[in-house]
């Protein structure tokens, strides 16, 4: 004859396993956050080569998990991220963009591999980066496209990485 606590001790421990929501809701946001506070870290550097760690780390998230976001946190953290970099309007213009065109990706490609989602990041960070560049040439810039190359290479090159971190981080939150 078992014994009810035995079952009860086995569905606590159980119950304690799984993870928390907060940690589950947080931990995509904050990571966001955090990459768009990237330009506020002292490097001194001559061209644009950092690349936009804010709108990659994004991206990432929405690679892996495809509800995460909600049709409108690409203004709210896109807004924050232009706060952040001291550049008005561009993230809160482009982000809410790359989710509708990964939404129309989505539909058309239901199954991705690992090189559709870097050709995919690939074009919407340059697409990101070239409506940047566009938004602030008209607000009063002069640059041209070549003297962002290497920031859009370099963005390029790194994407794998940056959807390598966003899944540590997605195994670590849903531990």
Not at 25 to 38: D, F
Not at 40 to 47: E, G, L, T
Not at 53 to 64: E, I, N, P, Q, S
Request: proline content about 9%.
């Amino acid at each position: 004859m078992m014994r009810p606590a035995l079952n009860l001790g086995r569905r606590r421990t159980e119950l304690m396993n799984q993870p928390s929501p907060i940690k589950i809701k947080m931990v995509p946001t904050l990571s966001v956050m955090i990459a768009s506070l990237s330009p506020a870290f002292p490097i001194v550097i001559n061209y644009p080569v950092l690349p936009p760690l804010g709108a990659m780390v994004f991206l990432g998230w929405r690679l892996l998990q495809r509800h995460i976001w909600f049709p409108w946190s690409g203004v709210v953290l896109g807004f924050f991220n232009d706060l952040a970099n001291g550049t008005p309007g561009t993230a809160t213009l482009t982000w809410p963009m790359m989710q509708l065109i990964m939404d129309l990706v989505d539909q058309r490609l239901p199954w991705r591999d690992y090189h559709t989602d870097w050709r995919l990041g690939s074009m919407l960070i340059t697409l990101y980066l070239l409506l940047a560049l566009t938004i602030a040439n008209y607000t009063g810039g002069r640059t041209t496209v070549i003297f962002i190359m290497p920031q859009i290479i370099i963005s390029i090159l790194l994407f794998p990485l940056c959807i390598r971190v966003c899944g540590a981080l997605d195994q670590w939150r849903l531990r």
